[in-house]
């Protein structure tokens, strides 16, 4: 006898519903493919909803008491906690941010969808006159809408599927592992996230790393070299896989020539620099990797320009390879 499908609500708020788009650029199978094929029934999402705001409003009520059973529930966009919620008010004048926390308190597992609505991310940033907030963080500090430390009725706590956006793999294949019930909170980093794609670093085969290695570095978005330098690039910092798993079957911002802003991390929205610079300190930048000594970054950064090729430091700052590799001398391997 077949499993029965767990009933998914999507929910947006706070956002601007980047991680929806991003999602249906699933593929290889689709999206409704794969939400079929895992065994979950998709009862309400605002944008692909055949049903009259009326309907949705009662089922949301349905939901909210119990009268009908909610398995999943995802939120996508931070939650609008000031001026007591009036910020985002449903047609029935209800706030936004009680009916989540309704649903969040009836559904068996809660997942955030995107840096917002897992930590407030970019709705939050500046003087946040909206109260955004993260369902169970506040930026980098549990808090939240539902007070930190809150667990679903299925036990987890809730499952943050950072990124600004998404990436449509990182989403399915942690709702497959949901419906499997094949989730569990070791699976789950520090901050929430799961370890599948958060135990990785953008680094992680960026198509720049020789650059990276010989310190030959860009100078603008756009040129081949190194972003990290000058141009603000957090990939030896970012949890995620992005340049191990492509963005729309290949790629990522890296590829395309702009630096990586960290954006799976709570506070991305708020650097305290602009996206494209980097902030230096006695010509080193700030931004280092995190585990790795300064001391030691800055003596190898020192030995690797001084052995920088030439090739890559003439294409360090041109928008294509325009240097090839010389050809090996005759009688040598």
């Given at each position: ?220 978005p756009g040129q081949m070299g190194c972003l990290m330098e000058h141009v603000g ?101």
């Amino acid at each position: 006898m077949a499993s029965k499908n767990k009933r998914l609500l999507w929910l947006q708020s706070g956002g601007c519903g980047g991680c929806t788009l991003s999602l249906l650029n699933a593929d290889a199978p689709s999206l409704f493919t794969t939400l079929a094929d895992i065994g979950i029934e998709l009862i309400w999402h605002p944008s692909f909803a055949e049903q009259s705001l009326d309907e949705a409003m009662q089922l949301l009520q349905r939901l909210a008491d119990g009268s009908e059973p909610l398995d999943m529930l995802c939120l996508e966009g931070s939650v609008m906690t000031g001026a007591a919620g009036r910020f985002h008010l449903l047609p029935d004048g209800q706030s936004m941010s009680t009916r989540i926390e309704q649903l969040a308190r009836r559904a068996g597992q809660v997942i955030a969808v995107g840096t917002c609505a897992a930590y407030g991310g970019i709705s939050a940033a500046g003087d946040n006159l909206t109260g955004a907030v993260g369902l169970d963080y506040a930026g980098s500090h549990p808090g939240g809408l539902l007070g930190g430390g809150f667990h679903a009725a299925g036990g987890l706590p809730v499952v943050n599927i950072s990124g600004c956006p998404t990436h449509p793999g990182w989403v399915l294949e942690t709702l497959a592992l949901l419906a499997a019930d094949s989730l569990q909170a070791n699976d789950l980093d520090p901050l929430g996230r799961p370890r599948f794609y958060a135990d990785k670093l953008v680094h992680h085969g960026c198509d720049k790393n020789e650059f990276y290695e010989f310190k030959a570095s860009a100078t603008a978005p756009g040129q081949m070299g190194c972003l990290m330098e000058h141009v603000g690039c957090k990939g030896t910092q970012a949890h995620a896989d992005c340049n191990s798993r492509g963005w729309n079957g290949e790629g990522s911002c890296l590829t395309g020539g702009y630096p990586c802003i960290n954006c799976t991390a709570p506070d991305f929205a708020d650097p305290g620099h602009g996206f494209f610079s980097t902030p230096q300190v006695a010509g080193f930048p700030v931004g280092l990797p995190t585990d790795m000594p300064k001391a030691w970054f800055v003596a190898l950064s020192t030995l690797s320009k001084s052995a920088t090729p030439t090739r890559v430091r003439q294409n360090a700052v041109l928008d294509r390879l325009t240097v090839p590799p010389s050809l090996p001398k005759k009688g040598k391997a």
